[in-house]
């Protein structure tokens, strides 16, 4: 199987082997394509086929293993029935595993209630209503996009529609969540938002104001307003320059002179819970997700008020994903951040998002509220996302098991 590139390839079955490795079999996959490969494995593996499945998402190896080991810096802290794993964990890195897969947590009774074992956002989640005008001065929300659509010429030269007339909006201090499989036209309408991409029609307002005239009559300030996370930073980041140096450059771009530098450095670098020391290291030194941490430093940096997180999480482990949201979920309530936030997996989306928007085939097919739209979906295709979503199959350990 071709792991890295996460595409399925059914070679090494063809070629009728004893055992089979499926490394992190799922990983880059949408859920529903996700199902499909869960599916093909778990037939595979009732005929006398032995199997090692390699994957950071419990879910995705209890639905296969019957023997579970957990491993940490290259050991086995834990081994034994999945059902003794799960139902009964000793390690207590085993039960940080179970406590911090934001999927799980909501996994585990069909995205609902079981929050409370991950970071509660608090009053981030009140966001919006801490900045509620009063009424009848309603502000407009802080950014909205209408119809805007995007073609592309594929490969035959006849143009696609990948974003078709997808409209929302965004409240200030809350966050929007976007999930949909894969081509779905997320990132396309994440650069449109972004400003990177011009949209064939349709237009993108920032505080109800057109976002294109705001950029193009050079303002500054609205200009470094929207900044992007993106799940690989090791591609924007200069792969030469240190820590140190990324967000000194990213100060001076946001006007900050050079003499306060140093300090707003050390102050970005301790809000996103990195120490100084890591200053002098480069990108490719640091872990999936220091180097993430070093990404949300850098956005900062320009003091925006909107992050577009184009599947921040989805590259790193379980445990650091957790961090991540969490960290963000914080800056959130810190600086009343907005943001637009894109992922796969519906169990973060879940997690992270107040409102969503489900996308496929570059159209919206369902928005709202986030607990409206998972728990009592409307639209067939959600339906079927969300029933494609792994699940554990016994109870998981509850918050209070944890913190004993
Ligand atoms: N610059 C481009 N030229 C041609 N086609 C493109 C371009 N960018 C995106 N597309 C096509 O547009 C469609 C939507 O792509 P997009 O990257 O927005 O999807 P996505 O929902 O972000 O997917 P994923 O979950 O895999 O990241 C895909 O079919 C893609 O091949
Ligand atoms: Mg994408």
Redesign the pocket.
Known sequence: MASGSGRWSPRPIAAGPGFLIADEPTTAL?ATVAAQVMRLLNRLKTGSMGMLVVSHDLSVVAGLADRIAVMRDGEIVEEGSTRQVLEDPQHPYTLELLASIPSAASRGTRLGGTRAVLPERGEARGGALRDAPPPGTRKPPILSARNITKA???PDRVD?T??NSVSFSLEHGTTLGVV??????????ARIVLGVEKPDSGEVLLHGAMWEDLRRSGNRTARRSVQMIYQDPLSSFDPRHTVGRIIAEALSAAGVPRTARAERTRELLGLVRLGTDQQQRRPIELSGGQRQRVAIARALAADPEILICD?PVSALDVSVQAQILDLLADLQQRFALSYLF?S?DLGVIHHIADTVLV?KD?AVVESGPVDRVFLRPEQAYTRELLSAIPQLPTPRPSKEQILS
């Open positions: 949408d592309y010429p594929g696609r990948v974003v949909g499989e894969s081509g779905s036209g997320k990132s396309t309408a599947e894109i796969h996308m570059g």
